[in-house]
């Protein structure tokens, strides 16, 4: 729901960037890294970070996120290229004249101080005169419904609560960019999904731009206006969490995020936005090339299982259809999903809603599955 | 159901009272508990606070005057040493009958001994006294006054007299008036002249010296924990073995091996004068002196506080500073506001070690100390081993065990001892 209705506002977002030439407030010209001088575990980042964007890097871990991350909050230094913030290459700036904001894993609240006191540090190294942090701190507080916790210590409080405090000692000092570094992954389920909306509801009524980091999908497709996917020190695709999981650009993305059905192939055949792909068992299907580009290139092709149909009255016209064996039927509650063997697969997965009108599918059954050639995405082997 | 009723108290299944029945059920682990460390409790009983008890009792023990002098300590009850006289004749036939009885036991001498701390040059008159009396006639010889005062012009000593009387009873303050450099006089407690007061300026020197040691060696150690704590796993164990080996080390050779670094014809002088920042004939005296203490007390002390202070900051996590950092902190900022104090709890911890060990620290002052760099340990070893002045040795070390217990009562009240981590 939030999704759909904001996506008009991301179209201007954050994009990759080929040159310098970018008037982003955060941008990464050509930024590498490296920690041995042997391996680059960034190479070639450019990254463009609008005003007000919520920004996500999305990756497994060692994919060079966080280091990403920790070279705009000034710990680590490029090995080359810049780093602009607002305008201004930032690469020799020590992180404290920095002024951005900084949500870390672990809270990194100072346990021998106060709450308030945590609050308050940012502003006196800013030599704000008493009243002054007072009324800021109080002011933080509240936006966090932590009001009457200033008192406390960071060990008395929930971990819920300490993550609060750390956003608003992050916020209390009012930066322009706030970054944040897998700041959920303590917390469990409910209480994360609680604060995935929070947050996201605070950076967008602040205004501030937020660069967020995490390794949970999901967390990157409810909050952000942009997902940057990373993997082997590269982003992989950037685009807004529709488009990055309706329209993977390569068969990384497209396993990474979501769940996703891979069909092995030949392509045989390329006309504009279609192509044939003869797969390995010799069956031939349609499929939308994205990046292949010419008759004899290997591919994978990419299904989403909830794309997938197998009642013949509500196949759209036009559908393609293959032939596919039940191997195990899940009950789910809100869905059921079905193992299935296709040509040779045995792993691929559909999902259907649970409705009254719904076949429950037995294994061994013999059905007949269909889906839409835009549906299904040709991709890199 | 529940097992409450809602008058009695709660009952266990078999019907006796569920506190019984738990503490019933408590007792056999305890007692096994108990049983496991009884070989250990046994043994600290036996040979460490048994011995400290009777070490402790006997700074204020004076048997020796009331056993060796029983008839003389009866008699003089009644004499009043500031009317300036001396005792009546019956005193001085009663010290008569048990100087006989004394010199034929062969104790005489050792009553002298106790007797010689408090008043120097007491012991003579009771050995010489010792050699006749053995002859001693009780009851056809006399007056005993002129006997005795023909024997030895010290029995014609008012202060004589005084001491004995003062130190007849079976229980003294003498010892602890000696150790803080007071004795008993005419009116009760008074301070001892200028010339003879040695262990005050002792202890205030051994607490002075302690505090710098331990001073330099929070200095020290500070930079090598923080070191050590941030380093990678590998290289800071390899360090760590550094750190480890001098406390491996015998003692000894530790402070001989600093006997030979700094004597004056010693490896540092040498150097110096050969770098030419020393003239030859102008070498640093830098051992047998309070300089050669605190150098070498410091470098053998050092781990005691690098260890504490290294297990605390390891456990600090280095994204505080980072925080502090991307709040706006400079270095030095972050370091002092949000480092600093967290690494309070292993200062204390190091610091009370160092300092409770520094205190009673006695070879190595002995060895590399002089004569102004001693300690008041070395003072309590001379009375134990040299002076066998036992009362004065453990009143000296029952002041030392109050001010530490004193300076750890302290430390608790202003830090908590609770804030102490030592791993």
Redesign the interface.
Known sequence: MGAATESPKRAQGGHLTDTAANDGFVVFDRVQKSYDGVNLVVKDLNLSVGRGEFLTMLGPSGSGKTTCLMML???ETATHGDIRLGGKPINNI?????????V???Y?L???MTIAENLS??LE??KLGKSDREQKVKRALDMVEMGDFGGRRPAQLSGGQQQRVALA??LV?EPELV?MDEPLGALDKQLREKMQFEITHLAHSLGITTVYVTHDQTEALTMSDNVAVFDDGRIQQLAPPDQLYEKPENSFVAQFIGENNTLEGVVTEITGDTCVVRLDDGEELDATPINVSKVGDRTTVSIRPERVEYNKERLQEGAHTLKAEVLEFIYMGDIFRTRLRVAGNEEFIIKTRNAPDVDRLVPGQQIEIGWLPQDCRALDA | MSDTTDTGPVLAADGTPLKRSLARALRRQKMRALMLIAPLLIFILVSFILPVGDMLYRSVKNDIVADTLPRTVVAIQDWDANSGELPDEPVFAAMAADLKDAASAKTHTKVGTRLNYENPGIASAFRKAGRKAKKFDIENDGPWKEQLLDLNKAWGDVEVWRTIQTYSPRVTQGYFLNAVDMKVGPDGAEARPESEQIYMNLLKRTLWMSMLITFSCIVLAYPVAWILANLPMRVSNLLMILVLLPFWTSLLVRTSAWKILLQQQGVINDLLVWIGVVADENRLVIINNQFGTIIAMTHILLPFMILPMYSVMQTIPPTYLRAAKSLGATDWTAFWRVYFPQTVPGIGAGSILVFILAIGYYITPALVGGTKGTFISNQIAYHISTSLNWGLAAALGAILLAVVLVLYWAYDKIVGIDNVKLG
């Open positions: 909050a000034g710990f020590p992180p404290h004249k920095r002024g951005i904001g900084m870390f894993q672990n990194a100072f346990p021998h540090f940012p190294v800013r000692r992050a000092f970054l």
